[in-house]
């Protein structure tokens, strides 16, 4: 419904008075009895002066000769009551002007013959529809001045507000004033004989119709709002009707040209958003409709400052940042497609880009991208062969495995946990024992110093496999670094039917079960452990030789370590190389995911499809330098902070010395730990950003980091050590989170077996 009120700052209707009638030359007076503060403007002698010289564009008219016309248009009517007489009630002013078809014909003779006089004809006769003031506003002044439309409807519930003047023409004293008003206030003043309707309370989805409709089917709609659920349904009952839809985004100059009135089946969006019904929005968060949001934009498309600013919303700025040169381009850019769509000149629905900063690039030194570190090969056949025969013999000659016995135990080695499933393991099995190696390749991030991690990783696995061997009756004799700890081959492992010195011993072999279900479960509840629990989680931590653990359960340590996990997520996010590392672990497809068989697949991060959103345009490192120039990425704080604030407790396992057999020692203490809390249904998250950025400034000097990256490290370590006392020197094997939550069905995917075996 068309909302009209006359009270007050609301008025945005001009009274129009034509003197030649008695009945309004007497309402005119009236009016100007009332009010000694009405402001008069009369210039009819110079419009009327100035229509006479358009007329005659090929001659100068003498004094004599202008005077003669201008008598002859007024047909012995006295200035004074020839034309209109327009009150703006706003502003208290009356400005006298010529009559419609004068008026007209005076104020569009510059469009000539950029627009015709058959084509200004036709354009008078156009309804328009702008749903959204702050950008459609640029939009709406742009039309009325071409004066490429006879009708416009204009579509916002919200008022001025300061923050809107950065981009929305308007005075300081229009703050308050519901933003279609002032923008039909602009438009009675360039044009009062422009048709206004105003609609200050927007559109909903049971008043879009009214909006489309009444008076008449809009020839056009542009759609300058914010809200995507009006979007949607706009689109939905502008197809149903055949009313062709125009957006522009004033980011990267994009405009959009959706056809519906020659093209009633086509999907919405271009079909960005799938068969996306408006249905499908209710009740969705403002973080869920982000994906959606950025298919619609074209988030690859987006230019670097949109990009990095979306990334900041609700940190650093409350909402999406608007220029008012890319909105006053845009408002130029649609006014010029809306007037060739109404002309029929556009037909066709399609996507462009007037992008200025493309057209017209910025002169800068060409910021030259971080190489890749360079990865070490994988091992080879016959380097692992070589290896584990120069180690030492055992002393009992060990039992000959069947190959149905040696798959069974490796598949459950390699079921072992590993820092951001890079499984890196090689397994070298000969005629009577298991080798097994870190592989190089897997083992070189910046976020594994040292590739201490994957020595925890395969700690794990060897826990596993002994666990295996016992549940098939088998002993097993582990020998670690048979060739010193500067070698890959980290151990070897004998099987026997009996137990002969050195066997492993029989520590919980009824959790043999939990290794087929042990697996990273992200999701988390504010629930303390039983204590009786707890207890024994922190004895398999210590049933293995100097292993120790540090448990947090209350609330101020929690909110402080959440801070502290937080903040080196942040770094990691924004450390060119660290951030490259992180995001090729992603698996962004299923596909991929059963292609590799390692990494994070996607769908086992159980993200929101807001957080997956966000997590894809941290692909692009040009906006995320921005952002790192800003100070900015207080959203990459908040996902630690809120995972482990919503957790029973967090853990950090340690040994004595930060050497290779400490962390291949402290792996198994860390599978003894996830295997027992997986035999309670525990959940458990293991965060190991924070220790391993550590080790690699205090050990490593910062090695392989952007030096501000690992200052900042630095200044996170003390009150890090006010949290988790351990000495600088001590391996810090696992930081964790558990939690009692519900189970997940995501799993990662291991490699098969044959891709990490080699059979001598």
């Known amino acids: 419904m068309c909302v009209e009120r006359h009270h007050g700052s609301e008025m945005w209707r001009p009274r129009m008075f034509r003197a030649g009638s008695a009945e309004e030359a007497e309402g005119l007076v009236e009016l100007l009895r009332s009010s000694a503060e009405i402001a008069v403007f009369d210039t009819l002698g110079a419009q009327l002066k ?42 208290r002013r009356l400005v006298h002007i010529l009559d419609r078809a ?60 300061l923050s809107n003047l950065n981009r929305l023409r308007a005075g300081l004293h229009n703050l308050g004033v519901p933003k279609v008003y002032i923008t039909a206030r602009e438009i009675a003043e360039i044009d009062p004989y422009i048709v206004v309707k105003c609609y200050p309370d927007g559109v909903a989805q049971d008043t879009i119709d009214d909006f489309l409709l009444s008076g008449g089917p809009l020839d056009l709609l542009v759609d300058e709002c914010d809200s995507l659920d009006i979007k ?8 149903y009707h055949r009313i062709p839809v125009l957006m522009e985004t004033s980011d990267r100059g994009l405009i959009d040209i ?66 008012a040169s890319a909105v006053a381009l845009g408002g130029g850019a649609a006014a010029d497609v809306a007037r060739r769509m109404n002309l029929g000149a556009i037909r066709h629905s399609g996507r462009y880009w007037a992008d200025i900063e493309t057209i017209v690039p910025s002169t800068c030194e060409p910021v030259v991208p971080r190489a890749d570190r ?55 099995a000969s005629a009577d024992r298991l080798h097994l190696f870190r592989d190089p390749a897997r083992a070189s991030s910046l976020a594994d110093f040292r590739g201490h991690g994957a020595l925890v990783a395969l700690g794990g696995a060897l826990e596993n496999l002994v666990l295996a061997a016992h549940a098939e009756g088998l002993e097993a ?81 929690l909110t402080a370590v959440g801070e502290l996990v937080g903040a080196a997520d942040r770094l990691r996010f924004l450390d060119e190389s660290c951030n490259r590392e992180l995001l090729g672990e992603i698996c962004w497809t299923a596909e991929e995911a059963e292609r590799r068989r390692d990494g994070l697949d996607m769908n086992v991060l159980e993200l929101s499809r807001g957080d997956q959103a966000a997590l894809q345009m941290l692909r692009s490192w040009p906006s995320l330098r921005l952002l790192r120039a800003w100070g900015g990425g207080r959203g990459f704080v908040k996902a630690g ?48 950003t924070l220790p391993y950025l550590f080790a690699r400034v205090l050990r490593g000097g910062g090695e392989g980091l952007d030096p501000a990256t690992a200052e900042e490290a630095r200044r996170l370590r003390a009150p890090y050590l006010r949290l988790f006392p351990v000495a600088d020197d001590a391996a810090e094997v696992l930081l964790f989170r558990v939690s009692q939550a519900e189970p997940t069905p995501a799993r990662s995917l291991r490699r098969r077996l044959a891709d990490v075996l080699v059979v001598a």
């Open 374 to 428: 360079p990865r070490p090969p994988s091992l080879e056949a016959a380097d692992m062969l070589e290896m584990a025969s120069a180690g030492p013999a055992p002393t009992v000659a060990p039992l000959k495995l069947d190959l149905a016995q040696r798959d069974r135990l490796l598949a459950a080695a390699i079921a072992a946990p590993s820092g951001g499933n890079s499984q890196p393991w090689r397994w070298l």
């Open 102 to 161: 004068e008026f007209i014909e005076l104020r569009t003779n510059r469009n000539q013959h950029k627009i015709t006089a058959e084509e200004q004809r036709i354009l008078g006769t156009k309804k328009v529809g702008i749903v959204g003031q702050s950008v459609g506003q640029s939009v709406a002044l742009t039309m009325a001045m071409e004066r490429s439309l006879g009708e416009i409807r204009l579509a916002d519930f919200d008022t001025l507000g």
């Open 641 to 688: 902070l809120t995972a482990i604030t919503t957790s029973a407790a967090v853990g950090l396992i340690t040994m004595p010395r930060a050497d290779p057999a400490s962390y291949v020692c402290g792996g198994r203490a860390m599978e003894r730990m996830w295997l027992s809390a997986q035999s309670h249904g525990l959940a458990v998250h293991p965060m190991t």
């Open 477 to 557: 004799a582990l020998q670690l670094f048979p060739l010193g700890e500067a070698q890959e081959l980290v151990a070897s492992v004998a099987c026997h039917d009996r137990v002969v010195a050195g066997v492993e011993p029989h520590w919980r072999d009824d959790l043999a079960p939990m290794i087929a279900v042990r697996h990273t479960n992200r999701r988390s509840a504010r629930e303390r452990l039983a204590p009786p629990v707890l207890a024994e989680l922190v004895a398999a931590i210590r049933s293995i030789d100097g292993a120790d653990v540090h448990i947090l359960e209350g609330e101020a340590a």
């Open 50 to 91: 100035e229509l006479a010289e358009t007329r005659s564009p090929g001659r100068a008219l003498t004094p004599k000769e202008l005077a003669r016309v201008i008598e002859q248009m007024l047909g012995g009517v006295s200035p004074l009551c020839y034309g209109v007489w327009v009150y703006y009630p706003w502003s």
């Open 232 to 239: 949607v349904w706009l689109r939905y009952h502008a197809r």
């Open 258 to 323: 959706e056809r519906f009135d020659v093209e009633p089946e086509r999907p919405l969006f271009h079909g960005l958003v799938g068969d996306l019904h408006p249905v499908q929005l209710s009740g969705l968060s403002t973080g869920d409709k982000i994906p959606y949001i950025l298919q619609i934009i074209g988030e690859p498309t987006m230019s670097d400052r949109a990009r990095a600013s979306m990334l900041e919303v609700g940190y650093s700025i409350k909402t999406w940042p608007q220029l």
